[in-house]
């Protein structure tokens, strides 16, 4: 159970935002720290430097003359800057020797600071310098300067105070880390706790739309990356619905559409049998029975071609077609059919249309279209085939004055088992579906232009080459 919490989101988020903290704390702590300690230092050196220039100048000003002037000008100087200052005199002894002639020092003895190494190392060159000096387990910023031959002052300052404040700076910022670290793990854990929950609510969600229930929609108000997952998730939900509810639909148009030709043959047999009929009669019911026969026929081969088109197995030829030719054919062919129905079925071109693609299929495409304009118009409506050819496209058009489609429904017409009208006796719904994949896979398109009074399906495929 530990193990599956540390490999939740929520566990990794909170931890990468506590590492990030963590991280983030301790490149301050490595970069603030010695800055300011090296910050510190230098403006305290730069102190005693500003200190020792002055007890050079009062004394080059005025210099004392007696030992009472002495004391007065180094205690003077070193109570108003909180600092040591030591006058030298230098004896050019073998060795060099360093004689104190006046010292406003606090909490250290003349002998320590006769040792100095800055002052013997000035008292050498005989120009001016600073640094940090260590005496025993403490340190010390120092400057020392000529103030006139053979003398020198050196000012010291004790860092104890810098490095009081390096320490509570220190103290501070790994409190504030601790503090940081802790509320960076609550606050991140519960933000992260909150986006693991939508991530669980999606995860429930799949689960119910993989075991087919679409009812309950994907909520999720969130802007980010997240809430435009729910929010394709739900448009994959509702998709998944109109599907389901499609097949559902399909199933019961193919049961109503195979039962009842089925029913009708298995009626007509069973009267064949029947020895008393009439030659007229039997010669009608065997008509009767080969249309149902090719009824049969059609939906087999429309769930046929779907099947290839999904598998990609469905063999195309690319060659040269004349669209005019379709055209004619298809005028021949559905004219009896559009008598029956009481419609006008007209074509118009100009001319030849050569198109390249399938000729069978391309006919296939024509009859989907002549056949749905017939069917869903009423009687009277006028239909009309055309071809023509522009902008390196060829053009199949079927066209009817019937009252138009919705644009509810002209969204979903090139849809598999669509059917618009919502009854059993409107076809498998499977036509148009497979008229739009047979001209995409013949790099082609089928598009729709529709409104009351003229609706317009055409078929547009590529020109054939010049070099051909």
Same mark, same amino acid.
């Given at each position: 159970?530990?193990?599956?919490?540390?490999?939740?989101?929520?566990?990794?988020?909170?931890?990468?935002?506590?590492?990030?903290?963590?991280?983030?704390?301790?490149?301050?702590?490595?970069?603030?720290?010695?800055?300011?300690?090296?910050?510190?230092?230098?403006?305290?050196?730069?102190?005693?430097?500003?200190?020792?220039?002055?007890?050079?100048?009062?004394?080059?000003?005025?210099?004392?003359?007696?030992?009472?002037?002495?004391?007065?000008?180094?205690?003077?100087?070193?109570?108003?800057?909180?600092?040591?200052?030591?006058?030298?005199?230098?004896?050019?002894?073998?060795?060099?020797?360093?004689?104190?002639?006046?010292?406003?020092?606090?909490?250290?003895?003349?002998?320590?600071? /006769?040792?100095?190494?800055?002052?013997?190392?000035?008292?050498?060159?005989?120009?001016?310098?600073? !640094?940090?000096?260590?005496?025993?387990?403490?340190?010390?910023?120092?400057?020392?300067?000529?103030?006139?031959?053979?003398?020198?002052?050196?000012?010291?300052?004790?860092?104890?105070?810098?490095?009081?404040?390096?320490?509570?700076?220190?103290?501070?910022?790994?409190?504030?880390?601790?503090?940081?670290?802790?509320?960076?793990?609550?606050?991140?854990?519960?933000?992260?706790?909150?986006?693991?929950?939508?991530?669980? !609510?999606?995860?429930?969600?799949?689960?119910?739309?993989?075991?087919?229930?679409?009812? +309950?929609?994907?909520?999720?108000?969130?802007?980010?990356?997240?809430?435009?997952?729910?929010?394709?998730?739900?448009?994959?939900?509702?998709?998944?619905?109109?599907?389901?509810?499609?097949?559902?639909?399909?199933?019961?148009?193919?049961?109503?559409?195979?039962?009842?030709?089925?029913?009708?043959?298995?009626?007509?047999?069973?009267?064949?049998?029947?020895?008393?009929?009439? +030659?007229?009669?039997?010669?009608?019911?065997?008509?009767?029975?080969?249309?149902?026969?090719?009824?049969?026929?059609?939906?087999?081969?429309?769930?046929?071609?779907?099947?290839?088109?999904?598998?990609?197995?469905?063999?195309?030829?690319?060659?040269?077609?004349?669209?005019?030719?379709?055209?004619?054919?298809?005028?021949?062919?559905?004219?009896?059919?559009?008598?029956?129905?009481?419609?006008?079925?007209?074509?118009?071109?100009?001319?030849?249309?050569?198109?390249?693609?399938?000729?069978?299929?391309?006919?296939?495409?024509?009859?989907?279209?002549?056949?749905?304009?017939?069917?869903?118009?009423?009687?009277?409506?006028?239909?009309?085939?055309?071809?023509?050819?522009?902008?390196?496209?060829?053009?199949?058009?079927?066209?009817?004055?019937?009252?138009?489609?919705?644009?509810?429904? /002209?969204?979903?017409?090139?849809?598999?088992?669509?059917?618009?009208?919502?009854?059993?006796?409107?076809?498998?719904?499977?036509?148009?579906?497979?008229?739009?994949?047979?001209?995409?896979?013949?790099?082609?398109?089928?598009?729709?232009?529709?409104?009351?009074?003229?609706?317009?399906?055409?078929?547009?495929?590529?020109?054939?080459?010049?070099?051909?």
């Amino acid at each position: 159970m530990r193990r599956l919490r540390l490999q939740s989101v929520g566990a990794r988020l909170s931890l990468a935002l506590l590492v990030l903290v963590a991280g983030a704390l301790a490149v301050v702590y490595l970069i603030v720290v010695p800055s300011l300690e090296d910050r510190l230092i230098d403006a305290r050196r730069s102190h005693v430097e500003r200190v020792a220039d002055q007890v050079r100048g009062a004394w080059r000003f005025e210099p004392p003359q007696t030992q009472e002037a002495m004391d007065e000008l180094v205690l003077g100087y070193a109570s108003a800057t909180n600092t040591r200052v030591t006058i030298f005199e230098t004896l050019n002894d073998a060795p060099l020797s360093l004689n104190v002639l006046g010292d406003g020092g606090a909490g250290g003895s003349v002998e320590d600071v /006769a040792d100095d190494p800055l002052a013997r190392d000035v008292a050498r060159t005989f120009s001016g310098g600073s !640094r940090v000096v260590q005496h025993g387990d403490r340190e010390y910023a120092e400057a020392a300067l000529p103030v006139a031959p053979s003398v020198l002052v050196l000012v010291s300052s004790s860092l104890d105070d810098a490095a009081a404040t390096i320490e509570l700076v220190k103290r501070r910022i790994l409190i504030a880390g601790v503090i940081a670290l802790v509320a960076a793990l609550l606050v991140g854990y519960a933000a992260a706790s909150v986006f693991a929950r939508r991530i669980r !609510r999606l995860e429930r969600a799949a689960d119910r739309i993989a075991g087919g229930s679409f009812d +309950e929609p994907v909520v999720d108000t969130g802007k980010d990356e997240l809430g435009q997952l729910a929010r394709a998730f739900d448009r994959m939900r509702e998709r998944l619905a109109q599907l389901e509810r499609a097949r559902r639909e399909f199933i019961a148009n193919a049961s109503h559409e195979l039962r009842t030709p089925l029913f009708s043959l298995g009626g007509h047999l069973e009267l064949l049998t029947d020895e008393e009929l009439d +030659e007229p009669t039997r010669y009608e019911f065997l008509v009767r029975m080969r249309e149902q026969v090719e009824r049969l026929t059609k939906l087999a081969e429309e769930l046929l071609d779907l099947s290839r088109l999904d598998a990609g197995h469905l063999h195309l030829e690319r060659a040269p077609v004349d669209l005019g030719r379709v055209a004619e054919l298809l005028l021949e062919e559905f004219e009896p059919v559009a008598r029956n129905s009481e419609h006008t079925l007209e074509l118009s071109g100009n001319g030849e249309a050569p198109a390249l693609g399938d000729e069978q299929r391309v006919l296939q495409i024509g009859r989907a279209l002549v056949e749905n304009a017939l069917r869903h118009t009423p009687p009277g409506t006028r239909v009309r085939i055309q071809t023509a050819q522009n902008d390196g496209q060829a053009a199949l058009a079927v066209e009817d004055n019937g009252p138009g489609i919705s644009a509810e429904h /002209a969204s979903h017409v090139f849809e598999r088992f669509y059917r618009s009208d919502g009854t059993l006796a409107s076809g498998s719904g499977l036509g148009l579906a497979i008229a739009r994949e047979l001209a995409e896979v013949m790099e082609g398109e089928i598009d729709l232009e529709s409104r009351p009074g003229r609706t317009v399906f055409r078929v547009l495929l590529p020109t054939v080459p010049l070099s051909q």
